[in-house]
């Protein structure tokens, strides 16, 4: 149970999640205070989740342990101006940011942070299911990095790496790809309409095959590669399927498509980071 207090910067989609998660984990409404513009998302809040709310910083973010910045991407260089006027001790606690593409550097020249935890989430975080990637700068010790898990345990599993570049391979593998597996249902899907089934049985069956093999990948000690041989014997249908998806490189195209998004990640980053310093 947190001993400590937080207050998120924006009060979206993602801010919702986290502060619903915690609610359920029993953390009072007390220790969380969300700044959100939007008086309709600051009252759907309080009704929800009974968290008190500002339009804009003042000082009492001085006094908070944890900031979560919720906020879009551009729109965080001027949330930061905002606080940093109107709440100058918000400078001393731990900032944890879930925006895709602001590093850590920007949150600590934009923001005054002197403690920085960044972390990737992706959208199944939304229903409690999703994996996060995580990265600390070195002013964050064991203390910090505990206090970040405990904000963001309620989005799903977190999996902390070493340094920020790592951070755009998490991008790119996690945190695009819900995207990538949805494409692969899609297909599936067309797959099995184009062999007779009915759309909505071939959607069950694609759906369910996906989130069992996925259960099934997490709970073995095996690797996917032998999980894979153990279902294709000889000869059989499988090994047809996986000779089709071999000739015409669907792996090749995962590699080269991973890669295009850790590119577009950090030219991302960079463009954000020319435009906040202009
Ligand atoms: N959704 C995901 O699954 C996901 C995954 C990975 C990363 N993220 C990251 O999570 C962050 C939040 O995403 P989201 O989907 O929760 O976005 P969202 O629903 O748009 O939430 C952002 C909220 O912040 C408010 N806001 C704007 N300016 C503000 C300011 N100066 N101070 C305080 N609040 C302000 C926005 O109000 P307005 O609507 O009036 O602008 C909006 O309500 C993003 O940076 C995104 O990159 C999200």
Redesign the pocket.
């Known amino acids: 149970m947190q001993d400590f207090s937080m207050a998120f ?9 986290i502060i619903g998660g915690l609610r359920q984990a029993g953390v009072e409404p007390a220790r969380m205070l969300v ?4 008086a309709e ?1 600051r009252e759907r809040l309080r009704e929800r989740f009974g968290v008190q709310s500002l339009a ?2 003042d000082a009492s973010l001085g006094a908070i342990d944890v900031l979560v ?5 551009q ?2 260089r ?2 930061a101006q ?1 606080l940093r006027e109107r709440a100058p001790g918000a400078s001393d606690g731990l900032h944890l ?6 590093r850590c550097a920007a949150i600590t020249r934009l923001a005054g942070a002197r403690r920085v935890v960044r972390a ?7 229903i409690g299911r ?1 994996v ?1 990637g995580l990265v600390a700068n070195p002013a964050c010790g064991a203390a910090e990095r505990a206090r970040a898990e405990q904000v963001l345990a309620p989005t799903g599993e977190l999996v902390w790496v070493d340094d920020e570049p790592a951070l755009d391979a998490v991008t790119a593998l996690s ?1 695009s790809g819900p995207a990538y597996m949805f494409y692969v249902l899609e297909a599936m899907i067309a797959a099995g309409v184009g062999l007779g089934l009915p759309e909505s049985v071939a959607q069950r069956l694609a759906s369910g095959t996906m989130a069992g093999a996925a259960a099934l990948a997490a709970g073995s000690p095996a690797t996917p590669a032998q999980l894979r041989e153990q279902v294709t014997s000889k000869g059989g249908t499988t090994a047809a399927a996986l000779e089709v998806l071999g000739a015409r490189d669907v792996a090749g195209a995962f590699d080269a498509a991973l890669r295009a998004a850790a590119r577009r990640a950090v030219e991302l980053a960079d463009a954000l980071e020319r435009e906040a310093g202009d």
């Open positions: 910067i924006g009060g979206g989609n993602m801010a919702g999640a700044v959100e513009p939007q998302q804009q910083p910045w919720a906020v879009k991407p729109q965080f001027q949330a905002g940011s879930i925006m895709a593409g602001v990737m989430p992706n959208t199944p975080a939304l999703g996060a945190g």
